[in-house]
Each structure stands twice: as C-alpha cells, then as structure tokens.
C-alpha cells in the first residue's frame, strides 16, 4: 500500500516529535549520572579524591546559597560561561555528597532584596568590565557562596572557577571540624598592647622590633591561613600555650636563654615547630649591605640536628613571575627536586626561596633527618662578603664553570625524640616570675613522694642543712648547693650558709616544692629536692600549673623549675629561608603560600586539602605527552562530534525510509 504525501508527512512529524520526547527522557535520566573526559595535566577539572572523601563523609546536611548574578553576566560579552563554570562545579559537589548538599540559587541582577541579602552576608560585588566594538561596560556582579553546618557559617565572598573546589572544600572541613587547629608565630620583641598608634610608631623606631609580623610582612599569609586555623602571637617570654598545635618560628634575631627555654620545653611537650632562619642578615635600615649572621643560636639549632650556613644561594633554576620572566636568579624549588618519598612534600608544587642560606642536618641519636627539598643542580653561593647587586650576580654566573655548581638543601625535616637543651646546663637566671613545671599527677607523684623523708635523707644531712641530690643524668648543682655524692664532705667553711628546707605544709603547691633560694635566683634551684622528676608519661603533655601562687617578691622564695628533659616523638622543619612568606612572594602566586599551608596542614590534620590546593599553583594545561595531532583531534572532536552523529542518524533514517518507500512503490 502506497502511502500518500499527506501521511507521509504525518509520520514524519511524529518521527520528530518521538525522538524529541525520547531526547529529553534521555537527558532526564542521565541527570547526575555523566561522565566528562579531563585531559589535563593534573586533572585540574575533576574533583580530587580528598574532596570525595570528605563529601561521601558528610554526617548531616551542610546547605549552601550561591548568589550568581546570572542575568548579568549572560548580557556581558566575555563572561556569559562564568554561571555554568561555576553551576557545574557545583553540581558535581552534590552529586558527590549523597544528598547531604543542599543548594539554592539566587540570582540578584534584579532583585534589590536579594542584592541586600547578599551584602550582609558577606559576598563582594566584583567590578568587571565587557567591551565590544563601539563601547565599554563596568558592570558589578555577584558571585559568591555561603554554607551553614550545625549552626555554624562560612563564606566565599568570590567564588572564582579555577578555585571553587579548593574554597568549597575548605569551607566544608571547617564547618565539620571539631576542634579548632592554632598555629603560632613567635615573638621575640613585643612592643606594650593597647598604647596609641603615634606612640607605638615613635617606639617601633627607637625599641628593637622583630623581622617578621603577622600584622606586617607576613599578614597576607596570615590572612589566607586563617581561613582554615587560628592563628595567634606567641611571645616566647613565657610557657608556649598548651592550645597551639604548630609553632612558627621566624624571628630567630635576638632569641635570648629564657626564649630558648620555652621553646625547649614546647618541643620537649612534643610541640611541633617550622624554624624559618637564613644564615645571613637581610639587608634593612641602617644595614643596608647583607652581613654573616653571629653564632648565637648555632649552638641551640645544632643540638636539635640541624645548622643553618652562613651563604647566600642563588640558582640557574631561577622563579618567574606571572608573566613567565625570570626574576634575578632567585631559587625556584621545583618538585622534582623534593624527596618523593616523604609524605610532607608528596604531590606539592613548586615554591620560591627568597634570600636563602643552605642547611645541613646534622640529627642526634634516636632522629630521623630527611632532605625534604633541594635546589637544582645549577645553584651556586656567595660566603664571605655579601655583593646582591644584579651586576655582581650576573658577573658571577659567566665566571662559574661546571664544577662550581651543585645542588643546595634548603628544607629539611627532622622526626623522633629529642633531648632538652637544658637537661644538663643552668636555666637562665632571668626567668621571670615564678616557674613551675609538671604537676604532681603528670609526673605520677603520690602524696608520699610530695611529703619528703623525715629523716633528712631526701632534703637534708643529719645536721638538717639542705643537700640535694641530682637526678639521674640531671644537671649537676650550682655551686652553692653542693651535690650530694659519695666523696668526703667538703669543708663546711667552704660552704655557702643555707637555710633548711620548710616542713611548712603553706609552702607547697599542687606537688611543687617550694625552697628557699640565696638570693631569690631560679638557676639556683635547677633541680627539684626529692624525688628527682621523671619525663612525663607516654602521650601525656606536662604542663604549667596556672594555679601556682607566686612568691612575695624579694622574699627570696622560688618555685623548683622542672625541666622536661625528653620529648615524645614529634617532628621539627626548618627553611633556610624566612623571606619566602613575605606579602610580595604571597601575592605573587607563585606557589609559596600553596607550599607551606599544605605544610602546616600536613603536620596538624593530615592534609586532606593539600592536593586540591596544588592545582592552584599552575595555569591548567593539556598533558604534555599528547602530540599536536592528538590534541586537534580533541578539539574538533569536541567541537564536531554531536552534530555529525546526528547527521549520520539522519541520513540512515533517510535512506532507511527511501527504501521501503521503493520497496512498497
């Protein structure tokens, strides 16, 4: 049976409309359910297996507002992709989440109460601009998210593509965090708080003041670090805080005995710290020619396995800037040169050594020492006589032949039990108020222990005069309180008078012995009476007793300073190089601040968001093993490959209906 022209028409239009319905079931069904090809590097468009895991681990609902001027950016030439950029990835973080995402949009190109909403939650409008052939536009739009969590909030005031995973993965483990993370940054010269601006600018020019500020030169890193942590000054006056889980320590100019012992004692708790210290003075001030750094703190640094050298580095491999220029032969560390097997620097990016002196470890035993990043092999140093000038500099790469470069350690990493700087030298006289170490309960004391022998054998000889007794590998005894040994008794003329130990039970304090000290001096009570102190428990922190009442000033009354002489296993870095976290080279997105955030993180939670953050540091390229031809076939794959699909399926419906036309005919 010949169909007429008016059927066939008929069939073809519901021809048409079948494989337009069935289009849209198909896209219906595939809705959350799609797979994209990324063919780049690092997989910079596909979502890091970290920030899977933390959304598959979502334990309740986080909901989000995205505030997209979508209007706006659509009716601007240049930017009409920016909403589905930024949709998509937001959708993939959904289908991720197992339902536990929520997300509203809300658009406020037209809206003047949404526009409020958005302003007072803390999204920034961002001043574009989109020109065409006869004019230019600024327009204004927002494009930024907020996320509530257990009644909790965190903002993205811009939401920016090429780093929404990063931000939105951030904002998610803060919420869900349940303990807060502060890293500290020390203080060496504390100028008073709360004086007025004139008066502290007139005292920062006539007082010592430290290299290195969070509110100053390192306020940029500060301000993106705290984002994930707490982050606090940490003067090293006194006792390091129990709460401060990393401390930073860049200000290594000026570290006094009473500095050194408090961060002795943070590291003897099992605190772990970043030293930031070059070998040679920066040029500043009044000093504006590089000069050797003294000898101050070798000794100090030197015990605990590592040595800063007294050079300058400077690397073939030099940094470039944001436009690809190679900036005056400062190192660039590329990650072919980190330790591929330490899991600090695994999979980071590259960074910038601004200023840098060379390291060398040197660990004591029971420590682990591990290089963790090296300069390359082109790199050579200035000792001696410092000349930076980019004449000098560049006179010396020609001169330099081949054997006169090699490769520089720069960080380093240092990972096991210590010993306490102090375990067998005087506490520093200057300590000031009164010191007390573990309690009696973090040193496992009972109440005997506490209460002393009446018979004089812990405190006292049989004529009642105070005698101590050292600990085992404690430190030997000032001079004016003899230690107790084997030997003949010295000549009691020789003896410094003492006055016997107080029985007084007013005298002690939450386990603590009190004495009476010629002289009022702290270093003259360097070792506890008796019973000797023992390093603290297995995964125990001693700490100070706040509640330790102080002493009458003048009276001459100290409280027995513990030292903690042994420390947990924890884990100590140094960088020969402290201008590396200045604003500029934070700013200059050059891979710096990526480094040492995930550094932190890595020593503090684990560094789940560490690779994510990686993929901020490089502008996303096609894998380099892809060939040109590969690479175009890509692209007009991509560009192409739909419509020549429909093209086929038409032209076999066509000749699939032309024959059974011919065949009915």
Known sequence: MTSTPKQRRLQFAVSIVLVTANLFLLNWLCLGNYTRADLTRDGVYTLNDATR??????????????????KQFLENAGWSLLPR????????????????????????????????EAQQAGIQQIPLGSSDSSSMTVFQPFCGVTLQYGGKEEVIPVAEPPRLEYDLAMAITKLTRTETVTIGFNVVNQLPEGLPPEMLAQMRDQFPRDMHDIDGDYRSLVTELRRQFAVEKVPLTAAVPEHVNLLVVANTKGLNDVHKFHLDQYIMRGGKVIFLTEGVEPPQGQMPVPTARDASNDE????????????????????????????????????????????????????????????????????????????????????????????????QRKAMKADDLKQFDVV??????????????????????????PTASDLGLTPEDLE??????????????????????????????????????????????????????????DGIRERDVPGGGIADALQDPAPAPAPAREGATPSPDPNAPAAPEGSGTQQAVFVVKDSPETT????????MLSNNLIESGMGNYEFFASLVERMTTGGELSEIRNKLIDVPAVRADYTTGQKNAFKYVGMLGVPAIVLVIGIMVYVVSKAKSGRAS
């Open 452 to 509: 002393g022998d009446d018979e004089g054998d812990d405190m006292g000889d049989e004529d009642g005069d105070a005698v101590e007794e050292p600990a085992d590998g404690a430190a030997p005894a000032q001079p004016t309180e003899p230690a107790k040994t084997d030997e003949p008794a010295q000549d009691p003329a020789q003896k410094p008078e003492q006055k016997p130990a107080s029985d007084d039970p007013s005298k002690k304090s």
């Open 53 to 70: 895991k933390l959304l598959n681990g979502l334990d309740d609902l986080v909901t989000a507002k995205v505030y997209l001027s979508e």
């Open 85 to 116: 950029q930024v949709k998509d990835k937001i959708e993939e973080f959904v289908a991720q989440s197992n339902g536990k995402l929520q997300v509203e949009y809300r658009d406020p190109s037209d809206d003047k109460d949404i526009e409020r």
């Open 412 to 437: 380093g990493m240092l990972k096991g039990r210590f010993t306490s700087y102090f375990a067998n030298r005087p506490l520093p006289n200057d300590l000031t108020g009164v010191s007390t170490g």
């Open 300 to 395: 100090f640094f030197k015990h605990y396995g590592f040595g800063v050298k007294k050079n300058l580095v400077f690397d073939i491999q030099a940094a470039t800037d944001r436009y690809g220029r190679r900036i005056f032969y400062i190192p660039e560390i590329q990650p072919r040169y980190f330790d591929p097997d330490s899991a600090l620097v695994a999979n980071l990016g590259r960074f910038v050594v601004m200023f840098a002196s060379g390291i060398e470890l040197m660990p004591p035993p029971g420590v682990e020492p591990i290089v963790l990043c090296r300069t390359s092999p082109g790199a050579w140093e200035q000792t001696g006589f410092f000349d930076i000038t980019l004449e000098n500099v560049l006179e």
């Open 572 to 579: 100590l870095v140094v960088i020969g190089s402290s201008l």
